[in-house]
């Protein structure tokens, strides 16, 4: 199952890397989507990891007790910011070379 995995992102990536050499439109567009996926995606895990610690009902094994971790919320904090602000320089970028 993991080789099935592997090989399909391998793929998958292959194919979006082809698409951004060839086309600056699909470039484009592949980045778009990627922004909006990674401002959805910081968007849910930080409402998820805000509602289980407010409700104080994380599941305490060894892999769910990072979700308490200080340096975790702070980190993963700090990286969903700078990833959302790299995102927004980058449509302004894009937009001033066109």
């Known amino acids: 199952m993991i080789f099935i995995i592997g090989a399909g992102l391998a793929i998958a990536a292959a ?3 082809w698409i951004s050499y060839r086309s ?4 484009s567009v592949l980045g778009g989507l990627a922004d909006i996926a990674i401002f959805l995606a910081s968007t849910v895990i930080a409402t998820s990891a805000t ?3 407010m409700d104080n009902t994380i599941y305490m094994t060894e892999i769910h007790s990072v979700l308490g ?3 975790f919320i702070i980190s993963t904090g ?3 910011v700078y990833g ?3 995102m927004v320089a980058g ?5 001033a070379t066109r």
Do not use: D, E, H, N
Not at 91 to 95: L, M, Y
């Open 91 to 95: 449509i302004g970028r894009g937009a």
């Open 84 to 86: 959302i602000a790299r």
């Open 24 to 27: 600056q439109m699909g470039k």
């Open 78 to 80: 700090y990286l969903m």
């Open 15 to 17: 194919i979006v890397g």
């Open 51 to 53: 509602r289980t610690i």
């Open 69 to 71: 971790s200080p340096t």
